[in-house]
T-cell receptor, first 113, second 110 residues
Framework: DGGITQSPKYLFRKEGQNVTLSCEQNLNHDAMYWYRQDPGQGLRLIYYSQIVNDFQKGDIAEGYSVSREKKESFPLTVTSAQKNPTAFYLC????????????FGPGTRLTVT | AQSVTQPDIHITVSEGASLELRCNYSYGATPYLFWYVQSPGQGLQLLLKYFSGDTLVQGIKGFEAEFKRSQSSFNLRKPSVHWSDAAEYFCAVYGQNFVFGPGTRLSVLP
């Protein structure tokens, strides 16, 4: 079955540590996205990538980094510079550019204490 | 800049009742419009989308939405709600970029 995989489902880290969230898709989609979701808020775009080896900052990129070395993979690193990293993180992909509908993974809930 | 509003933070309906979730957008032209649903702790699932053409679009799970240009709205409807429809619903708009609304939480009473 085609889809988007995010692992792990739950992640716990101590403050000051970097942590990498995995996102893999086998939909052969060109574009991939990372969103952050906080209670009572919509989704906020962190980074997106429309092709391999290229990515752009979204609305809240500070304290985060990404890479896109392979078409199917788009890992997100939450660095120690992110002031409030505890959140639900969603990865998505779309067949082409930004105008196409996005398909979402199941999400990773990150808790930093 | 474009924006999306969902005026209702939380709606409660009885099972079997009809449902309408509101979505209004601000954009200079006709954007692409989407409705997504999210069950607790899960990712988002696309319910339906509007790009052009017929302003009444049908989606999955018995949902439909109507685009009204004059009102800058794209409201989601379902004639008879099931308990399994309880979830968070997000309207999204693509104009210059992709923007999600804040969501409406739907509760369903037995």
């Amino acid at each position: 079955d085609g889809g988007i995989t995010q692992s792990p489902k739950y992640l716990f880290r101590k403050e000051g540590q970097n942590v990498t969230l995995s996102c893999e898709q086998n939909l052969n989609h060109d574009a991939m996205y990372w969103y952050r979701q906080d209670p009572g808020q919509g989704l906020r775009l962190i980074y997106y990538s429309q092709i391999v080896n290229d990515f752009q900052k979204g609305d809240i990129a500070e304290g985060y980094s990404v890479s896109r070395e392979k078409k199917e993979s788009f890992p997100l690193t939450v660095t120690s510079a992110q002031k409030n990293p505890t959140a639900f993180y969603l990865c998505a992909s779309s067949i082409g550019g930004y105008s196409y509908e996005q398909y979402f993974g199941p999400g990773t809930r990150l808790t930093v204490t | 800049a474009q924006s999306v509003t969902q005026p209702d933070i939380h709606i409660t309906v009885s099972e079997g009742a009809s449902l309408e979730l509101r979505c209004n957008y601000s954009y200079g032209a006709t954007p692409y419009l989407f409705w997504y649903v999210q069950s607790p702790g899960q990712g988002l699932q696309l319910l339906l989308k509007y790009f052009s053409g017929d302003t009444l679009v049908q989606g999955i799970k018995g949902f439909e939405a109507e685009f009204k240009r004059s009102q800058s709205s794209f409201n989601l409807r379902k004639p008879s709600v099931h308990w399994s429809d309880a979830a968070e619903y997000f309207c999204a708009v693509y104009g210059q970029n992709f923007v999600f609304g804040p969501g409406t939480r739907l509760s369903v009473l037995p």
